[in-house]
């Protein structure tokens, strides 16, 4: 059986849980093969935001890469791979990516995944967005990217951050096409 190939980019904004929590759950899919690129920022968020090391969130990936190596395999559009999630996605990273921009790996992954017309998901994690931000998000947006800001719900009625991160995880897998019940859902009254 062939593996769904997910390239998973996470860059420097705040919020390293909701990719930590996403790679935890992919793990749970032998169906499914993740390929993850860490920027420079993103591994010093590590530290201020977790108690998890560099090697465990390795771990979590089935195959990783430097953001610098613009060789790897998921720089090249020949490498076939079915989605791309930037989880979380910096300001600076949606810039790049909307203006084509393709100077690191993250970046130039991106960049394939659109040239190729396959799907990319961004997890914008910025407030408050000014113009630009919104006017990036947009552009993106209308080239056909999904953007799930980490937003909480309340509907499910959350005890826990570890809740509210879940729920962001469940519509990730949701965007994804990975049927999961991770998380509430809303019911009709």
Known sequence: ???????????GASGTVYALDLLKELKNYPEIETHGVISDWAKENLKIETDMSLTEVYDLLDYHYS????????????FLVDAMVIVPTSMRTVGAIAMGLADNLITRAADVTLKEQRKLILVPRETPL??????????????????????PAFYNQPQTIQDLVHHQTMKLLDALQID?????????A
């Open 1 to 11: 059986m062939k593996k769904r190939r997910i390239v998973i980019g996470i860059t």
């Open 130 to 151: 000014h113009a630009i931000h919104l006017e990036n998000l947009t552009k993106l947006a209308k080239m056909g990217v999904q953007i799930i800001p980490p937003i």
């Open 67 to 78: 953001v610098k190596d613009l060789g790897a395999s998921i720089a090249s559009g020949s």
């Open 180 to 188: 999961n019940e991770l998380s509430g859902r809303w019911k009709d």
